[in-house]
């Protein structure tokens, strides 16, 4: 499913598709999750794990190693279990594989990190019945959709009359 239900735009999700997706996602497979602390998929594992999501790091150079006290797997076939949502922090042309993996394991949706496009790819996961986001950052969204951003300043583009609740559990998990 697309944001706008016909399987092929992509260039704009509605804050409540976002939210949807968001919401129903328990775990997280992240391909090309790093060890590199200075490394923007470091601290978006990082992000996802203390926001509450059960993060599974995906790296074949690393397998069987750790990051943040995870085990990184070599691949989603390895997984214990199939995740909600598969990550996607690899080029535009590495996410066709890496779809083809998600829909494979019987993933739920598909994310694609910022700048990562690929409308084939898209195409054969909506075919198989995953919800597809592409060119955007889980960690970005949850910031701005659930006000945490705006508590430094940032505007968010999302207008509330008072302080709103957190919606998701940011607890730091040890």
């Not at 059960?54 to 076939?77: C, D, E, H, W």
């Not at 949706?109 to 990562?116: E, F, T, Y």
């Amino acid at each position: 499913m697309s944001a706008g239900g016909n399987g092929t735009d992509h260039s704009h999700y509605s804050d409540a598709f976002l939210r949807d997706v968001l919401d129903r996602t328990k775990s997280i497979a992240v391909v090309g999750a790093s060890a590199d602390p200075v490394k923007a998929s470091y601290f978006v594992v990082k992000y996802l794990r203390d926001a509450g999501y059960r993060v599974f790091p995906v790296n074949p150079k690393m397998a069987g190693q750790s990051i943040l006290g995870q085990t990184v797997y070599g691949s989603l076939a390895e997984l214990p279990e199939p995740p909600d949502m598969v990550d996607v922090f690899r080029n535009s042309a590495a996410a066709g594989g890496v779809t083809d993996e998600a829909i494979a394991i019987g993933a739920k949706v598909v994310w694609m990190q910022l700048g990562v496009v690929n409308e084939e790819a898209a195409a054969r996961a909506e075919a198989a019945g995953l919800t597809v986001v592409m060119n955007r950052c889980p960690k970005m969204e949850i910031q701005r959709l659930y006000g945490e951003i705006g508590r430094i300043g940032v505007n968010s583009g999302v207008l509330v009359t008072k302080k709103q609740p957190l919606k998701k559990s940011f607890k730091k998990l040890i």
